[in-house]
């Protein structure tokens, strides 16, 4: 193995939830499923029947209700009150998938309910992220009385003392990590301020539950708030977030929202990316498929274009939008790669550091942050990547699984300009002359963190599994475990010794096919190992025996649905 490749370990129950095989068994007689998925649910943390019947079936129900929100009755109350009185009402939003569907729901419920509002989101090039007097200005000129942030606003302070100033009533909702100092709005809702029954949600998330109690207090028949679920999930996949309790459920019923396919702009990217209209939606889709054309708009296009696809009630229109976030997306794929190459070459330089710090003055700010967590994954170590714009170097970071990278900038903020983010993303910018003092304060902080020889990365694996026990039913009891995301990442497994029966390379050699045999009973399984042709084509490995770390799944492979293996890691046996 290379250095870069991580060890393997089979996880345990937490002792609260170990099973006895018998009580696997009862457990797995009573939920009408496979003592192997009861295992796979205890190794999740949940200990009895009813827990285990909740994550199975999530229904909206489980959710708490909004008096326990702080926050959101008195938020949804001043928005009532602008209503009734008459005032203009814009929604300010960011350009990512979270800022833009929590921007169509607002806008899309408001109309429900015969509310026209505006809508901002700013331009990623000409402004960045979050709230900038220029559109603050804008907007009071256009006569404004009551701005709502989704999805940022939390670090605005400046800019929300300003729209105080020209008249506005400002309510945040944000879901970002505050600062030491909080902005002088009217209202303030976030997630990660104290007393949140779930610090986890999206920001799109928090708009659901604003709007759910703005519906009911607003005069005339209430809009089914439900119809807005495909919004959250799309929003909250998108943007990572631990799928905890509250999460989960918001995510499982917008899926099944996304499969109905009632929102044209969503049915448009399934088809544009090759998806059947009746073909379920899952976070891999979301995480593939659909979120990264979405993103497009906002990383080198307009963001508006994405707001309108997601309201646009014209099928035939959608589907024009929709391609023209699929060439955006495929523009930016080409830019993409040729940044994360120059990117790799400089990575290999600083393989001694403990973080990277890589930088270039040509890079597209819209899409470094992609290419910093393609970094990660392959070298196993906090990033940072860095262009210039108008003079200022800013950077996207990503981070590992065991390292706090807002944590890390909090030690490096002596040498920012500005920075914000969460523990495994953050965003930040600082002059020329500091980057030599920031490249040096991140490795401190790394280490701090970590130590001076971080422990390898560690994969680690649900249960072995042989071939033979794959099968249609199987993958589809494994499919109750969705959505996957963090704090539910997708089941991996280890396989038996396993015998090379042939390979090919494919897409420029990036990724490697293998049509593998189970040596303890011939079972034989075609697996793709994604973006890992690099790593093994001067390798022998026709006839081989190995071992992988796997995940099935049903996939379209010459037209029809198969079952294929999702290929980890692959360890060589002999």
Request: glycine share 8%; with cysteine.
């Amino acid at each position: 193995m290379s250095d870069n490749q991580p060890t393997w370990r089979l996880k345990t129950p937490p002792p609260e939830a170990a099973l006895t095989r018998a009580e696997q068994e009862r457990l797995a007689r009573r939920l009408e499923v496979s003592p192997l998925l009861v295992h796979l649910l205890s190794l999740r943390g949940l200990t009895s029947e009813g827990d285990m019947d909740k994550f199975l079936s999530p229904g909206l129900r489980y959710l708490h209700p909004l008096d326990r929100w702080p926050g959101i009755e008195a938020g949804a109350e001043l928005l009532r009150q602008a209503v009734e009185s008459g005032r203009r009402i814009a929604v300010w939003g960011d350009y990512d998938v979270d800022g833009i569907t929590a921007t169509a729901l607002v806008k899309d419920f408001m109309a429900a309910r015969g509310i026209d509002i505006l809508h901002f989101i700013p331009d990623r090039l000409d402004f960045g992220y979050g709230l900038h007097l220029e559109g603050i200005r804008d907007l009071a000129e256009k006569g404004v009385g009551l701005l709502l942030t989704v999805d940022c606003g939390i670090a605005n302070t400046e800019e929300i003392r300003a729209a105080r100033e020209l008249g506005m009533q400002v309510i945040v909702t944000d879901h970002h990590l505050p600062g030491q100092e909080l902005p002088d709005a009217d209202i303030i809702i976030n997630p990660k301020l104290e007393g949140w029954p779930s610090p986890n949600l999206s920001g799109v998330g928090v708009s659901f539950l604003l709007m759910g109690a703005l519906n009911r207090i607003l005069p005339g028949p209430q809009a089914d708030i439900r119809d807005f679920l495909d919004l959250v999930a799309l929003g909250t996949v998108a943007d990572v977030v631990p799928l905890d309790d509250q999460n989960r459920i918001l995510v499982k019923n917008g899926l099944l929202l996304i499969k109905e396919g009632r929102r044209f702009g969503i049915q448009a990217l399934k088809e544009i990316s090759g998806m059947t209209p009746e073909e379920s939606v899952g976070t891999g889709a979301i995480g593939f498929a659909l979120a990264p054309r979405i993103n497009a708009a906002g990383r080198i296009g307009d963001p508006d274009l994405a707001v309108r696809l997601l309201l646009e009630k014209n099928r035939d229109e959608a589907r024009i939008m929709a391609e023209q976030l699929d060439r955006l997306n495929t523009k930016r794929k080409v830019e993409e790669q040729r940044i994360l190459e120059e990117a790799i070459a400089q990575a290999e330089s600083q393989l001694h550091l403990p973080g990277l710090v890589l930088h270039s003055e040509h890079w597209h700010s819209g899409i470094i942050g992609i290419v910093a967590s393609r970094i990660v994954e392959r070298f196993h170590r906090p990033c940072l990547i860095l262009t210039k714009e108008n003079g200022i170097f800013k950077g996207s970071g990503r981070s590992t699984p065991t390292f706090d990278l807002y944590q890390a900038l909090l030690s490096c903020k002596q040498c920012l300009y500005k920075f914000g983010g969460h523990r495994q993303a953050a965003g930040l910018k600082l002059e020329p002359f500091q980057l030599s003092n920031l490249k040096d304060l991140f490795a401190w902080a790394v280490e701090e963190q970590l130590g001076a020889n971080p422990a390898p990365p560690v994969l680690e694996l649900d249960a072995e599994l042989p071939f033979s026990f794959i099968d249609h039913t199987f993958l589809k009891e494994l499919e109750l475990l969705q959505p996957y995301g963090q704090g539910n990442p997708r089941p991996i497994f280890l396989s038996p010794p396993l015998s090379i029966l042939r390979h090919r390379f494919f897409s420029q050699k990036k990724h490697l096919e293998l049509h593998l045999s189970d040596t303890t009973d011939g079972t034989s399984l075609r697996a793709v190992a994604w973006r890992q042709g690099e790593r093994w084509q001067d390798t022998p490995l026709e006839g081989r025996r190995v071992k992988i770390a796997y995940t099935p799944r049903l996939s379209k492979f010459n037209g029809l649905m198969q079952i294929e293996l999702a290929v980890q890691e692959i360890l060589a046996v002999e």
